[in-house]
């Protein structure tokens, strides 16, 4: 049984920007969602309000123990100028996921669709129209109780956001220089990588700092207990085309359950296009690349959707994967999904739903 | 170069809560400090002012991709009314430490220093007087930074606040039990389980939950990669005393560098009590416990000093340290650190630092 959302009025509406202007995660809507949390009263005040700072004691949990989740997806215009949403109840369960996994209570899934349906449509003038823009929406939760005990936060606040976001490629879709991170780390099974808490993208940052720092856009992950195992690539998802298989490495416990990954897993699938999930080792892929059986690689995740991938960096050795052009299969995966998205194509997996 | 902290007064003082109604980081008296960077700024403006909500985007980075680290020491009333800190400049070393892993701009030690001394100087009435009982102190940091791109903030907060809290033991040290848990884990090397950074405490809520809903009071970690080798005991580091010699698990780039841990190893060298720091199987404890060697277990932090353990659960078998009574070295440990703590033993190792 859904709560009603109730909807505070703003006295004053924003500027949009330009679509040149647009960048990811700059720009915030006039609108946000929020709702809160005691332990005595459960989840509570569902509330559509102006987009204003939050006022949050110093002592708050989230800003000593971390307790935080949060989902990306994103809102796109169809040419007849319908709003999208792309497998939006997928976000929810997962965010659901991450509540468990965190200790944080979880969400009624049905009142947070509702809540992210009433407030992109009342947003929708905020959904960009430059080809490849959207409305990128952020739900999150985060623990408010002012307490500096090490135990759940008996009060947390959960909010949607919405950003308008540029084109991820500007022209066609080039692939990235990735660099094979071995000393640091992203998780280990047991943890908490395969959940979108926020310490695992604070844990993320010094690598990919230093692989940038060497040239490299991203960093591909490998298992923390024989660094031999692929585990994601930056934060995407990762598959490899070896002699017309398509392979990417099992949910294990660290790597992150990609919606998009799915969507490419459910795709290659529906094409008759042989797909596995294993376990992958990188000198497998190394040589298979040696065998001249390496065809493509490729990242998978909500802002890129698919990111080629033309070099792959290990130690001192370096491979360049088809010539460090995107492959076929990557490019027909990219212009599928991204039709589906923006009502271009057929759906035949129910993946879209309209605001 | 110490820049000037500009100071701004508070209109009203809150009253101080009685002794037994402290517990542990509920109240917080009535100023802070607070710093602020920017990138092209640098550290900045650091103040004292009253303690007061902190205002923040929605899309504050802190909130989504957790950028955040903290220490925690204690201020001291001795019997003659000083304030007294312990090894402060241990707490800002490592704060810088667990900034450089996190990809946040480190801090001005001396500036940090002088932070803390002022601010708990003003706030010395705050120390409250019943045995056991101090003012904790908690630095720390988050990202500011409005923006949702996952890369280190271009702003960022720091700020101490001030809590009285209460005796961690009413009468005497009650030996804790423990239970071993064999599936989730904290940390792995690689990671961030040796910085004190906001995720880390976060991921340990499940299990440690699970361990009291199972009767016990605190999780014992093991190591990620082979569930084999001590780590940690909940928010502690660990020590068994067998056949006369201590050891305790070797910092080993998951485990928390604990400034108590490091002033255990110190007594212990200078009462010429044998004493390592080595990787430690769990099995290694099992038989020394069956061999009738395994003479007390104790963990280490800020918040207990020493806390000693009475139980230790491992799937089906379960052991009893001592009988269930605190060890004679532990509490001689606990005795002589909470002494010099208190300027009540003289302190040859210079530990205490009067504000």
């Not at 939050?54 to 040419?79: C, I, N, W």
Request: hydrophobic letters at 35%; glycine letters at 8%; charged letters at 25%.
């Amino acid at each position: 049984m859904n709560q009603m959302i109730e909807r505070v009025k703003t006295s004053s509406q924003k500027e949009k920007p330009s679509v040149d202007a647009l960048g990811f995660g700059k720009y915030f809507s006039d609108y946000m969602f929020t709702m809160d949390y005691e332990t005595e009263k459960g989840w509570h005040s569902p509330k559509i309000t102006p987009y204003e700072p939050l006022v949050l004691d110093p002592s708050a949990m989230v800003f000593h123990y971390g307790q935080a989740v949060f989902e990306g997806l994103k809102a796109y215009r169809t040419d007849d100028g319908k709003a999208l949403l792309f497998r939006p109840l997928k976000n929810i369960k997962r965010l659901n996921l991450s509540c468990e996994r965190m200790s944080i209570p979880t969400l009624d899934e049905d009142l947070v669709m509702d809540a992210i349906h009433q407030l992109v449509e009342l947003e929708k003038d905020w959904i960009p129209n430059g080809e490849g823009t959207s409305l990128y929406i952020r739900p999150f939760i985060i623990a408010t109780e002012p307490y500096l005990g090490v135990r759940p936060s008996h009060s947390y606040k959960f909010m949607v956001i919405l950003s308008p976001v540029g084109a991820y490629y500007s022209g066609q879709l080039n692939p990235v220089k990735i660099y094979v991170e071995d000393y640091y780390v992203r998780a280990v099974p047991g943890g908490v990588g395969h959940v979108k808490t926020s310490g695992n993208y604070a844990a993320s940052l010094k690598a990919q700092n230093n692989a940038e720092e060497l040239g490299f856009e991203q960093v591909l992950w490998l298992d923390a207990k024989e660094k031999k195992y692929i585990e994601e690539v930056g934060s995407m998802n990762i598959f490899f085309k070896i002699n017309g298989e398509v392979i990417t490495p099992k949910l294990n416990g660290s790597i992150l359950s990609g919606i998009t990954r799915d969507s490419v897993i459910e795709l290659l699938k529906h094409w008759d296009v042989p797909v596995r999930e294993e376990r992958i080792s990188l000198e497998d892929i190394f040589k298979a690349h040696a065998n001249g059986d390496l065809e493509e690689v490729f990242g998978s995740g909500t802002a890129a959707v698919i990111s080629p991938v033309g070099e792959l960096k290990w130690g001192n050795e370096s491979i360049t994967v088809n010539d460090n052009k995107i492959g076929q299969l990557s490019f027909q995966i990219y212009d599928t999904i991204t039709k589906i998205q923006l009502g271009r194509a057929d759906d035949p997996f129910n993946w879209t739903f309209e605001v």
